[in-house]
């Protein structure tokens, strides 16, 4: 197996499986997906269908992004430099959404 395929695999994979977890936690309603929210923490929540949303969006945000990745670097591939700002790119927009779910967390405690 080449490299791109082994990536391709992994990325797509993880898409699948943050898209699965949005629809779970977005429209089944699994708050128990959710981690640290269990039936002691529940209480402490203020809006469980705002934090529900949340973190449905935020795994959908992902799951597009990993989904799009194999894409950027096929685009990247001919320039050495250009893969690492792809994957330095992708490694920002993680860290940016961590950081705004953080943020954003805090409305629904």
């Not at 194999?70 to 690492?84: M, Q, S």
Request: with cysteine; hydrophobic share 55%.
């Amino acid at each position: 197996m080449t490299g791109k395929l082994i990536e391709t695999l992994i990325m797509e994979g993880i898409a699948i499986l943050m898209f699965v977890f949005a629809w779970l936690i977005g429209i089944k309603g699994k708050m128990e997906l959710i981690a640290g929210y269990n039936e002691r923490t529940a209480a402490r929540v203020t809006d469980k269908a705002g934090l529900r949303r949340l973190i449905a969006r935020t795994c959908l945000l992902v799951g597009i992004g990993s989904a799009l990745m194999p894409f950027l670097t096929w685009i990247a591939v001919d320039h050495e430099a250009g893969l690492a700002h792809v994957i330095g790119g992708y490694g920002g927009f993680i860290v940016g959404v961590i950081g705004m779910v953080m943020l954003q967390a805090r409305d629904y405690t």
